[in-house]
């Protein structure tokens, strides 16, 4: 029989299979983050009861809700359409997510630039400590990566003795070492990702970005090549062009979405919110140089700040709940 209980923050009914006990997810109306009751947890209380759980038994499981969904919802679910990624993502999963955490809904949005300031400073607040140090190990780890490759293409030089090998190496080694920023990238993206979203974000995730490399170089190299070509048209067009495919990292990260579609979804959510990130942009740039005034201390703050705020105005962007 399935787990019933309500969610402690919005008193929503939610449904979930008895193996899922004990284990932490996000309440798909509200953004906070529960535990599922023991099975020996009777039904739900209703609202103003004063107790957590009810008298009645548990109505039954509807035959169409999702058996991947952590919750069921009440009344009817969407079948959704997995050839629309603004549909319903009853059947959405991603790496990025907690097991047990049901995505959020995915509905274009005009963000305001005060919310964002304000709401990632409240989200930073409580884990500023978490994100400081993801960005610490993953330069670190960088940092590391790049000696090494120097180290080694130095040691072929030497041995080789030959202009053309030395060369070779050399520029084998700067794309090994730009490889690998991109993908501790990816991995250092989902961690804030998680953050922003409130679930359980740890160390390990900065290492888990390798199913997104591929979509994630070529959208790089193809955004890069259209602003360039957008810039040495005129500069204007170029930053619009920017901030119009901003979002396709995110997308494939979340969504899980090609190439072209994360270009093609970024063009739509963009829509309406190109100088709102013109403006964040230049704000950010003004900031962070304001953060190299006392030693480079406010970068401690600063950088970790604006990592935190991309893929909170990518969630905002798209509709969906944040820690704060």
């Known amino acids: 029989m399935p787990i ?3 969610c402690t923050q919005c008193n929503k009914l939610l449904r979930t299979p008895d193996e899922t006990a004990g284990r932490q997810a996000k309440c798909p109306e509200c953004g906070m983050i529960v535990t599922v009751p023991s099975p020996g947890a009777a039904g739900p209380s209703e609202p103003g009861s004063g107790s957590p759980f009810g008298s009645e038994p548990p109505p039954p499981l509807p035959p169409d809700a999702p058996a991947e969904s952590p919750f069921a919802p009440e009344g009817p679910q969407p079948t959704g359409d997995p050839d629309n990624p603004y549909a319903s993502p009853a059947d959405y999963s991603a790496a990025g997510y907690l097991p047990g955490a049901p995505a959020g809904a995915f509905t274009p949005t005009v963000i305001d630039m005060g919310d964002i300031f304000s709401r990632t400073w409240e989200i930073f607040k409580e884990q500023w400590g978490m994100c400081l140090l993801a960005m ?3 330069w670190v780890i960088n940092v590391v990566f790049q000696i090494a490759v120097g180290l080694f293409t130095g040691m072929i030089g030497a041995v080789a003795n030959d202009q053309v090998i030395m060369v070779t190496f050399s520029v084998l080694g700067n794309l090994a070492s ?10 250092q993206a989902l961690f804030f990702l998680k953050i922003a979203r409130g679930q359980d974000a740890a160390l390990g995730d900065i290492f888990t970005g390798g199913p ?5 170089l070529l959208a790089s190299i193809l955004v890069g090549l259209i602003c360039l070509v957008g810039l040495v048209a005129l500069i204007v067009p170029g930053i619009v062009l920017s901030l119009m495919f901003s979002q396709f990292y995110y997308l494939i990260l979340d969504r899980n979405v090609g190439v072209l579609d994360s270009l093609s979804l970024s063009k739509e959510l963009t829509n309406g919110n190109k100088m709102t990130l013109f403006v964040i942009g230049v704000l950010a740039v003004f900031l962070m140089l304001a953060a ?12 970790p700040y604006f990592a935190l ?4 105005i990518y969630l905002a962007m798209t509709g969906q709940p944040t820690l704060r």
């Open 136 to 138: 610490v190990v993953v």
């Open 292 to 303: 190299l005034i006392p030693c480079g201390l406010g970068l401690l703050i600063a950088v």
């Open 212 to 216: 997104f490399f591929l979509n994630i």
């Open 309 to 312: 705020m991309y893929p909170v």
């Open 4 to 6: 019933e209980f309500r």
């Open 178 to 187: 730009s490889l690998f920023s991109i993908w501790i990238g990816i991995g």
